[in-house]
């Protein structure tokens, strides 16, 4: 990151980097959440003393999961190079975990959540929690389907360093700089990969930072990023769609998860025409036709968007219901706010307050729509 910005005033955030896709750290951003202190190891050993989080993977994909107290312990006295960190997204359970969504809040700088705008079910994973014990990490990735992301840590130090979007998948991931008999963990990569990968590639531009806690950084779309905990760490994030990458991210969903964005779609239609116009608009742009468009038989044309991937992976059902304006309402139900474009110059909405399909689509209608990405 260039700069770590403090007390700048909220929308410049959303100006100067969300919309013009630059990666920042923002200060002081989270430091009153309830989450500051009820997430130290402590408090947290305690307080989930028995419930199971998953932690890892096993070779084979099959989650491992542990009990808080084992975990808390675990990172008390690893000494691993690629330890154990536990990435918990299923938050909005009905389980202990709920009570996690009280601790904090979708940060007033990021309000957009649109993939909201799906049934839960059929939703693809999009907030984490994540407690990462000293030299664990995230080995360098881009998000999904071009989602940008915010990440708030409460406790800990976080390394992070950040590439454009242009930048080679082979030179971001450190290919070309990785000997022999070496890998590709966060602590290797950050120690020696990075090092070597500047001198090879003196052009390439690495964008690198300290988050502390109470900071909020925000990863644009598309960028690669990876991140080393210097010291036991605990954080959220989350992935969203907003005003600044609908785009990008229509454009990816519709290849990628044909399925989850035939859904997206449908509740688009019935609750904010206007993004269902916009979608309607890039579809008819690149000559794209969903699924439900194409005859029986009719493959995904790769030449109406070049990097198509397969969308075998998506196993969203095709019968899944659409969105219910109940179902709307338990959406915000676990007190996460999904605020305003502009909440200090729309009316205020208070929590809890009843929502209408009328008022969400105010909320997703007022935004502004970016130009072509
Ligand atoms: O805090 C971290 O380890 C990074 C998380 C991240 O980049 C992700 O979940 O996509
Ligand atoms: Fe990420």
Not at 147 to 176: C, M, Q, Y
Not at 256 to 267: F, H
Request: hydrophobic residues 35%; proline residues 6%.
């Amino acid at each position: 990151m260039d700069k770590k910005w403090s007390k700048l005033p909220w929308h410049c955030v959303t100006q100067e980097f969300a919309e013009k896709k630059r990666p920042v750290i923002i200060e002081d951003a989270c430091s009153s959440w309830p989450a500051s202190s009820r997430w130290s190891l402590t408090a947290l050993e305690e307080r989930f003393r028995h419930i199971d989080f998953k932690v890892g993977k096993t070779d084979k994909g099959k989650n491992i999961q542990l009990k808080m107290k084992y975990f808390v312990d675990y990172c008390r006295h690893q000494q691993d190079d690629s330890p154990l960190y536990l990435f918990e997204t299923k938050m909005d359970d009905t389980s202990a975990m709920r009570h996690l969504l009280d601790d904090f809040e979708m940060p007033d700088l990021f309000p957009h959540d649109w993939l909201a705008l799906m049934n839960h079910d059929a939703r693809p994973p999009h907030r984490w929690w994540c407690i990462g014990p000293k030299r664990s990490g995230t080995t360098v990735h881009t998000d999904p389907l071009g989602t940008a992301a915010w990440n708030a840590v409460t406790h800990g130090v976080k390394r992070w360093v950040l590439f454009e979007p242009s930048t080679p998948k082979r030179i971001a991931k450190a290919k070309d700089v990785v000997q022999k008999g070496e890998d590709t963990e966060a602590i290797m990569y950050f120690d020696f990969l990075l090092p070597r990968l500047k001198d090879a590639y003196p052009d390439v531009r690495s964008y690198e930072g300290l988050q502390h806690p109470g900071d909020i950084i925000f990863v644009p779309g598309d960028w690669w990023h990876g991140v080393l905990n210097l010291e036991d760490c605990v954080a959220v994030t989350q992935n969203y769609c907003g005003p600044d990458n609908f785009d990008s991210v229509w454009c990816r969903a519709r290849k990628d998860r044909e399925k989850v964005a035939y859904l997206w779609w449908r509740n688009m239609r019935k609750f904010a025409p206007r993004l269902y116009e916009r979608a309607l608009e890039l579809n008819s742009r690149d000559g794209f036709r969903m699924r439900h468009m194409r005859g029986a038989g009719e493959k995904l044309d790769d030449s109406a968007d070049s990097s198509s991937d397969s969308s075998s992976s998506d196993s969203t059902s095709d019968d899944a219901e659409d969105l219910t304006v109940d179902g709307l309402q338990a959406i915000l139900d676990p007190g996460v706010k999904l605020g305003l474009t502009e909440r200090k110059r729309s009316v205020p909405m208070a929590d809890g307050e009843a929502f209408t399909s009328a008022t969400w689509r105010r909320r997703y209608d007022s935004a502004d729509m970016p130009s072509c990405v």
